[in-house]
C-alpha cells in the first residue's frame, strides 16, 4: 500500500491478483490476509464536530450534478495539458510565459485532485474485476468488497472536495479586514460588554496568528468602548471573520445593577474587508478633511495641535473620525483605511446582491442591524442564532478559544447552501 496525501490509496491491484492465485493453490490462508493490509479512509462527514440539536448534514451529490462536475474536470485535465505543451515551446515571449504559467499554477491544486480522483475510480473499477473473478472464494470476495466499499467513500470524498474547488469564491476572503465594533442599547453595560467582544476578537486573533492593530477607541465613563476600531491583517482574515459581523446581544447582571437583576444589552459588529485607493478609486476632488485638536484627559497630555482628523466621503456622506494618534499624518492614514473600507463593502455588496438567496435565508446577510448572536452569561451558554448551536463554555468563547464553534459551522452551512444551488443550476 501507498499513502498519496491524507488519503490512503491501495498499491497496484497485481497485489491483490498475487494473493487470488496463491489462495488458490493454498498456499496461503485467509488470516494472511489480516485487517492490516486495509485502511480506512478518513471522511470530510467526521470532520464536523457539531453542538446542536439541528443537524448540518453533508449533501449527497446527485448523478446530475456528478456529471456536470466531470465535465468541468473533464475541461480542466484538457486545459492543463494544453498549458504545459504551450510551456513548452521555445519561441514564447516572457509576457506569455508568465501568463501561461500563472494560469497553470491556478490549476495544480484541482489538477492534484483529479489525478487522485482518477486513480481511485481505476482502484474501483480493478476491485469489481476481483470481485467478478472469485465467485467461487467467499473469503477473497468478502475482503474486496470491504476494500471496495472503502475505496467509493474515498471517491465521494474526492468528488466533494473538488466540487468545493469549484465553487465560486468571494475574492474578498483573502483580504485583512477592519473590525467595528460599537455599543447599542443598554447604557454602560452595553459599552463594557462591547470592550469585551473588542477584546474576544483581539485574542481570537492572536490565537490565529494575526496582527490585531487598534485604530480608534472612544471609552465610556466606566471605562467600556462606546466604539472600537481595529485592523486584522493575516491569511484568509475576512473569509474566517465576515460572519460576525451582526447584533451581539449579551444577558447578565451589569456591575452597576445592585439589585441583582439579570439585564439584555447589545453591540453591534461590523467586519470589513480591507482595500486601498485603487479598489475604490478614491479621489482627493471627494474627500473634505478638517483637523481638529483630539479630547485628552487634561494636563499634560491634553492635544494642543489638530492632530485629530476627521474625512468626509461627499458623495456618500460617509464621515471617519480618528484621534487615537498624537499624529495628524497618522490619523489621517488610519482614517483613509477605513473608509476605503467601508466604501469597498458598500460596492462589494450591491455587486452580490441577487446572488445568494439561500446564504442571505440561512445564513443570514451579515448585516450589522441583523441579531446574529446571544451570550447568556448566568447560565454560562451562547447561542448562534443563524444555525441554531449553543455551547456552554462562555468563558472559553470569550477568550477567543470556542470561537471557532460557531465560524466553523457557518462556514460549513455556506459551503452547503453553495453546493446546493450549484446543482440546481
Same mark, same amino acid.
Given at each position: 500500500?501507498?499513502?498519496?496525501?491524507?488519503?490512503?490509496?491501495?498499491?497496484?491491484?497485481?497485489?491483490? %491478483?498475487?494473493?487470488?492465485?496463491?489462495?488458490?493453490?493454498?498456499?496461503?490462508?485467509?488470516?494472511?490476509?489480516?485487517?492490516?493490509?486495509?485502511?480506512?479512509?478518513?471522511?470530510?462527514?467526521?470532520?464536523?464536530?457539531?453542538?446542536?440539536?439541528?443537524?448540518?448534514?453533508?449533501?449527497?451529490?446527485?448523478?446530475?450534478?456528478?456529471?456536470?462536475?466531470?465535465?468541468?474536470?473533464?475541461?480542466?485535465?484538457?486545459?492543463?495539458?494544453?498549458?504545459?505543451?504551450?510551456?513548452?515551446?521555445?519561441?514564447?515571449?516572457?509576457?506569455?510565459?508568465?501568463?501561461?504559467?500563472?494560469?497553470?499554477?491556478?490549476?495544480?491544486?484541482?489538477?492534484?485532485?483529479?489525478?487522485?480522483?482518477?486513480? %481511485?475510480?481505476?482502484?474501483?473499477?480493478?476491485?469489481?474485476?476481483?470481485?467478478?473473478?472469485?465467485?467461487?472464494?467467499?473469503?477473497?470476495? %468478502?475482503?474486496?468488497?470491504?476494500?471496495?466499499?472503502?475505496?467509493?467513500?474515498?471517491?465521494?470524498?474526492?468528488?466533494?472536495?473538488?466540487?468545493?474547488?469549484?465553487?465560486?469564491?468571494?475574492?474578498?476572503?483573502?483580504?485583512?479586514? $477592519?473590525?467595528?465594533?460599537?455599543?447599542?442599547?443598554?447604557?454602560?453595560?452595553?459599552?463594557?460588554?462591547?470592550?469585551?467582544?473588542?477584546?474576544?476578537?483581539?485574542?481570537?486573533?492572536?490565537?490565529?496568528?494575526?496582527?490585531?492593530?487598534?485604530?480608534?477607541?472612544?471609552? !465610556?465613563?466606566?471605562?467600556?468602548?462606546?466604539?472600537?476600531?481595529?485592523?486584522?491583517?493575516?491569511?484568509?482574515?475576512?473569509?474566517?471573520?465576515?460572519?460576525?459581523?451582526?447584533?451581539?446581544?449579551?444577558?447578565?447582571?451589569?456591575?452597576?445593577?445592585?439589585?441583582?437583576?439579570?439585564?439584555?444589552?447589545?453591540?453591534?459588529?461590523? &467586519?470589513?474587508?480591507?482595500?486601498?485607493?485603487?479598489?475604490?478609486?478614491?479621489?482627493?476632488?471627494?474627500?473634505? &478633511?478638517?483637523?481638529?485638536?483630539?479630547?485628552?484627559?487634561?494636563?499634560?497630555?491634553?492635544?494642543?495641535?489638530?492632530?485629530?482628523?476627521?474625512?468626509?466621503?461627499?458623495?456618500?456622506?460617509?464621515?471617519?473620525?480618528?484621534?487615537?494618534?498624537?499624529?495628524?499624518?497618522?490619523?489621517?492614514?488610519?482614517?483613509?483605511?477605513?473608509?476605503?473600507?467601508?466604501?469597498?463593502? $458598500?460596492?462589494?455588496?450591491?455587486?452580490?446582491?441577487?446572488?445568494? %438567496?439561500?446564504?442571505?435565508?440561512?445564513?443570514?446577510?451579515?448585516?450589522? !442591524?441583523?441579531?446574529?448572536?446571544?451570550?447568556?452569561?448566568?447560565?454560562?451558554?451562547?447561542?448562534?442564532?443563524?444555525?441554531?448551536?449553543?455551547?456552554?463554555? &462562555?468563558?472559553?468563547?470569550?477568550?477567543?478559544?470556542?470561537?471557532?464553534?460557531?465560524?466553523?459551522?457557518?462556514?460549513?452551512?455556506?459551503?452547503?447552501?453553495?453546493?446546493?444551488?450549484?446543482?440546481?443550476?
Amino acid at each position: 500500500m501507498r499513502r498519496n496525501g491524507n488519503l490512503t490509496i491501495l498499491g497496484s491491484i497485481k497485489s491483490w %491478483k498475487s494473493l487470488l492465485d496463491l489462495k488458490r493453490k493454498d498456499q496461503i490462508s485467509t488470516a494472511a490476509l489480516s485487517t492490516s493490509s486495509r485502511r480506512r479512509i478518513p471522511t470530510v462527514f467526521n470532520l464536523v464536530r457539531l453542538y446542536s440539536t439541528e443537524e448540518l448534514q453533508q449533501p449527497q451529490l446527485s448523478v446530475d450534478l456528478i456529471k456536470m462536475m466531470e465535465q468541468r474536470l473533464s475541461s480542466i485535465e484538457n486545459r492543463n495539458l494544453h498549458l504545459q505543451r504551450f510551456l513548452n515551446q521555445p519561441e514564447l515571449t516572457p509576457s506569455e510565459y508568465s501568463t501561461a504559467n500563472k494560469e497553470l499554477k491556478k490549476l495544480r491544486d484541482s489538477v492534484h485532485l483529479i489525478t487522485e480522483l482518477r486513480a %481511485k475510480q481505476k482502484e474501483i473499477q480493478e476491485l469489481k474485476s476481483v470481485i467478478s473473478e472469485c465467485q467461487d472464494d467467499k473469503d477473497m470476495q %468478502k475482503m474486496a468488497s470491504e476494500e471496495l466499499s472503502e475505496a467509493t467513500e474515498g471517491e465521494k470524498e474526492l468528488q466533494l472536495l473538488l466540487l468545493k474547488s469549484l465553487l465560486p469564491k468571494d475574492d474578498a476572503d483573502e483580504r485583512d479586514s $477592519i473590525l467595528e465594533v460599537r455599543a447599542g442599547t443598554g447604557g454602560e453595560e452595553a459599552s463594557l460588554f462591547a470592550m469585551d467582544i473588542f477584546k474576544m476578537y483581539e485574542k481570537y486573533s492572536a490565537k490565529k496568528g494575526w496582527k490585531y492593530e487598534v485604530l480608534e477607541i472612544a471609552e !465610556s465613563d466606566l471605562k467600556g468602548y462606546k466604539e472600537a476600531i481595529a485592523s486584522i491583517s493575516g491569511s484568509g482574515v475576512y473569509g474566517k471573520l465576515k460572519f460576525e459581523s451582526g447584533i451581539h446581544r449579551v444577558q447578565r447582571v451589569p456591575v452597576t445593577e445592585k439589585g441583582g437583576r439579570v439585564h439584555t444589552s447589545a453591540v453591534s459588529v461590523a &467586519i470589513l474587508p480591507q482595500a486601498d485607493q485603487l479598489d475604490v478609486k478614491l479621489r482627493n476632488e471627494d474627500l473634505r &478633511i478638517d483637523t481638529y485638536r483630539s479630547g485628552g484627559s487634561g494636563g499634560q497630555h491634553a492635544n494642543t495641535t489638530n492632530s485629530a482628523v476627521r474625512i468626509t466621503h461627499v458623495p456618500s456622506g460617509i464621515t471617519v473620525s480618528i484621534q487615537d494618534e498624537r499624529s495628524q499624518h497618522m490619523n489621517k492614514a488610519k482614517a483613509l483605511k477605513i473608509l476605503c473600507a467601508k466604501l469597498y463593502e $458598500i460596492e462589494r455588496l450591491r455587486f452580490q446582491s441577487s446572488r445568494s %438567496k439561500l446564504r442571505l435565508e440561512q445564513i443570514g446577510s451579515g448585516d450589522r !442591524s441583523e441579531r446574529i448572536r446571544t451570550y447568556n452569561f448566568p447560565q454560562g451558554r451562547v447561542t448562534d442564532h443563524r444555525v441554531g448551536i449553543t455551547t456552554h463554555s &462562555i468563558d472559553d468563547v470569550m477568550q477567543g478559544e470556542d470561537l471557532d464553534t460557531f465560524i466553523d459551522a457557518l462556514l460549513l452551512r455556506e459551503e452547503m447552501d453553495a453546493i446546493a444551488s450549484f446543482s440546481s443550476t
